[in-house]
Structure formats: structure tokens, C-alpha cells
């Protein structure tokens, strides 16, 4: 796959078209097909007994993918989430939160990937997340 859009570009896409995730989740690299980003956990995010929510680490998957389907596909604001499905399974520490994704198809109306989420890039993932996104005409 080609990367059509670059770290940077991603960046100013995002602050112009959905600014209130701008400030919550950093683009740490992007390579075609592939893009990891971070998310400081903030006390919204976090549930009693210090762990992270769900809603928290869905927002971090699905930005993340977003962003990957954007990378190949070009500035296609209007693509949307048309499945997610999440494992949780472990508890993640309430510091920060990592998403490793995965591209593994782009095709003319569909693009599917997966996201790895780690608590702090560190040992095993804490949840898992296979997404699809349709893709406008």
C-alpha cells in the first residue's frame, strides 16, 4: 500500500475536521498500512478502582484506524464506522494508553484493520479491536 498522507498531514486533518480528538490523541508514527498513536489518560477517562473505561480505549481504536484508512486512502472526511468489535483483556494501567494498528484490507467501498491497545507500550496488549469502515463513492 502507498502512503498517501504523511504524519504531519494527518495531523492538520485532524485539528481542521474533528479538533475535539486532536487534543486527545498524538500520532506517534505512520507507515503505509500501519500507525501507532498515544492517549494520556485523564481522570474522564478512568472508572473506579483507577482502571480505563471502555468508551476511552473505543476512542482510541477507532481514531487510530481511522487514521490508518486515511493514510492510504487520502482525506476522505466522510468515512464512517460500520463495525467494532473490542476484547478487553487485561486492566490497563490509568497513565497512558498506546494503539498499534493494522490495516488488512482497503478495497473500493470497505476498509477493515485492527488495533492492538497497550498500557504504556508495555508487556502484553490490553485489548484487541477489529473495526470496518465504509468508504464513500
Same mark, same amino acid.
Given at each position: 500500500?502507498? /502512503?498517501?498522507?504523511?504524519?504531519?498531514? #494527518?495531523?492538520? &486533518? /485532524?485539528?481542521?475536521?474533528?479538533? =475535539?480528538?486532536?487534543?486527545?490523541? =498524538?500520532?506517534?508514527?505512520? %507507515? +503505509?498500512?500501519?500507525?501507532?498513536?498515544?492517549?494520556?489518560?485523564?481522570?474522564?477517562?478512568?472508572?473506579?478502582?483507577?482502571?480505563?473505561?471502555?468508551?476511552?480505549? &473505543? &476512542? !482510541?481504536? %477507532?481514531?487510530?484506524?481511522?487514521?490508518?484508512? !486515511?493514510?492510504?486512502?487520502?482525506?476522505?472526511?466522510? +468515512?464512517?464506522?460500520?463495525?467494532?468489535?473490542?476484547?478487553?483483556? $487485561? $486492566?490497563?494501567?490509568?497513565?497512558?494508553?498506546?494503539?498499534?494498528?493494522? #490495516?488488512?484490507? !482497503?478495497? $473500493?467501498?470497505?476498509?477493515?484493520?485492527?488495533?492492538?491497545?497497550?498500557?504504556?507500550? =508495555?508487556? %502484553?496488549?490490553? +485489548?484487541?479491536?477489529? /473495526?470496518?469502515? +465504509?468508504?464513500?463513492?
Amino acid at each position: 500500500m502507498k /502512503l498517501l498522507m504523511t504524519k504531519s498531514e #494527518l495531523e492538520v &486533518f /485532524l485539528r481542521r475536521e474533528f479538533p =475535539q480528538s486532536a487534543n486527545v490523541l =498524538q500520532i506517534v508514527s505512520v %507507515d +503505509a498500512g500501519r500507525l501507532r498513536t498515544s492517549m494520556a489518560v485523564g481522570w474522564e477517562h478512568t472508572r473506579p478502582g483507577g482502571t480505563v473505561s471502555g468508551p476511552a480505549m &473505543f &476512542f !482510541l481504536a %477507532d481514531v487510530s484506524v481511522y487514521l490508518t484508512v !486515511l493514510a492510504v486512502s487520502g482525506p476522505i472526511a466522510s +468515512a464512517v464506522t460500520t463495525n467494532c468489535s473490542i476484547d478487553f483483556m $487485561r $486492566r490497563p494501567s490509568s497513565e497512558s494508553l498506546l494503539a498499534e494498528t493494522r #490495516l488488512l484490507k !482497503l478495497g $473500493r467501498r470497505i476498509a477493515v484493520a485492527d488495533a492492538m491497545i497497550y498500557s504504556d507500550w =508495555q508487556g %502484553d496488549p490490553v +485489548a484487541r479491536a477489529s /473495526l470496518s469502515y +465504509a468508504l464513500p463513492p
